[in-house]
Every structure is written in C-alpha cells, then in structure tokens.
C-alpha cells in the first residue's frame, strides 16, 4: 500500500490528458451539504433512478463518512469545447471523454497501490435503463461513478477556495471529478 502520492509521477501522468486543473485536497477540509440534494430531488428529473444518485447513494451520512474513510482526493476540471453552449446535447456529449479521463486518473491511483472511490459528473448512463428502476444491484459498480452532487459536495466552494476556474466563458465546458484515495 502506498501511504503519499508521488506528485511528479501522478504530473508525469496527467501530462498525457487535457486536465486544465487539479488540487490534492484533504477529506477532512470537505464539507458536504443537505442543501446540495435537495436540489438533486427538485430539480433533477434522474434523481431516484439510478444507483449513481440519491437516495440510492445512502444518507447524507453515509456519504460523508465514505468520503472521509479516504484521507485525500484529487479534484480536477478537464475543459471542452461545443460549437454552442446552449446545444445540451451536445454538451452532455462531452461528457463521455471526460468519465474516462477519470477512469484513467482512477486507475493511476490503483497502480499506485491505493485504494479509491470516485465521485464524477452528472448520474450513471453506462446502462440504457439503471438496475435500480429493477430493484436490481448495479451491473457495473466498477465503472460506475456517483456524481458529485450525490455525496452533498458543494463543487462551486471548492473551486472558489482553491481559486481554480469555474467557467472559462464562449463555448467551453469544465467537467469536474475528484478521486478519493488512501
Ligand atoms: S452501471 Fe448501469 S446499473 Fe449501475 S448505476 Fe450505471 S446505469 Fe445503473
């Protein structure tokens, strides 16, 4: 098990993705927030359909102390662009090479000999209809990535706090992630 990333090899590694930014952050410093699910339950037309969103993940708590099980995350934006900001299709279509760019960062972090758990974008759409609607356990729980919001982590206040970008204005995109990992 490793017990410290290895900062110049994990920079030598991103080098080959389009991460526009990262932070190491400490789970301790993280706060999460009831106020962020409610608004996956009132305006979330996925929230209670898949295994990646509420009430699926578990209760707040249960989220927050899965994250803290995890002493540090990399938290990272990776940039897009669309022809048109306002096209949501297309957007959502950007999506996709952003998931694997954390699956990448994930699996770096295995090789490495952590463990991790990964907390992404938006809610799960490997499958065309989530087990979940089938009172079914996920199919692929290895790929599968909660989003952010899920967990009840306020994405904005950490980009604030650690003065990274939140929107690069035109026609671009910031995806964020953060992988957890001890
Ligand atoms: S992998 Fe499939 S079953 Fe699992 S959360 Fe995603 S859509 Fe649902």
């Given at each position: 098990?490793?017990?410290?990333?290895?900062?110049?090899?994990?920079?030598?590694?991103?080098?080959?993705?389009?991460?526009?930014?990262?932070?190491i952050?400490?789970?301790s410093?993280?706060?999460?927030?009831?106020?962020?699910?409610?608004?996956?339950?009132?305006?979330?037309?996925?929230?209670?359909?898949?295994?990646?969103?509420?009430?699926?993940?578990?209760?707040?708590?249960?989220?927050?102390?899965?994250?803290?099980?995890?002493?540090?995350?990399?938290?990272?934006?990776?940039?897009a662009?669309?022809?048109?900001?306002?096209?949501?299709?297309?957007?959502?279509?950007?999506?996709?090479?952003?998931?694997?760019?954390?699956t990448?960062?994930?699996?770096?972090?295995?090789?490495?000999?952590?463990?991790?758990?990964?907390?992404?974008?938006?809610?799960?759409?490997?499958?065309?209809?989530?087990?979940?609607?089938?009172?079914?356990?996920?199919?692929?729980?290895?790929?599968?990535?909660?989003?952010?919001?899920?967990?009840?982590?306020?994405?904005?206040?950490?980009?604030?706090?650690?003065?990274?970008?939140?929107?690069?204005?035109?026609?671009?995109?910031?995806?964020?992630?953060?992988?957890?990992?001890?």
């Amino acid at each position: 098990m490793a017990d410290k990333l290895n900062i110049e090899r994990f920079e030598d590694f991103i080098a080959q993705y389009p991460i526009f930014e990262y932070r190491i952050l400490n789970t301790s410093d993280l706060t999460v927030e009831d106020r962020v699910r409610i608004v996956c339950q009132q305006e979330c037309e996925r929230y209670g359909s898949t295994w990646a969103c509420p009430p699926a993940v578990g209760t707040l708590k249960e989220c927050e102390d899965r994250i803290r099980k995890y002493g540090q995350a990399v938290f990272f934006s990776s940039v897009a662009e669309v022809s048109d900001i306002m096209n949501m299709q297309e957007m959502l279509e950007t999506r996709d090479a952003h998931e694997e760019l954390t699956t990448a960062v994930a699996a770096f972090l295995k090789e490495q000999g952590f463990e991790t758990f990964t907390l992404s974008t938006e809610s799960c759409d490997i499958c065309e209809e989530c087990a979940y609607l089938h009172g079914q356990p996920c199919r692929h729980p290895d790929r599968m990535h909660p989003c952010l919001e899920s967990h009840g982590v306020v994405v904005s206040e950490i980009v604030e706090k650690e003065q990274m970008e939140y929107n690069l204005g035109g026609n671009t995109i910031l995806w964020f992630s953060m992988v957890l990992f001890q």
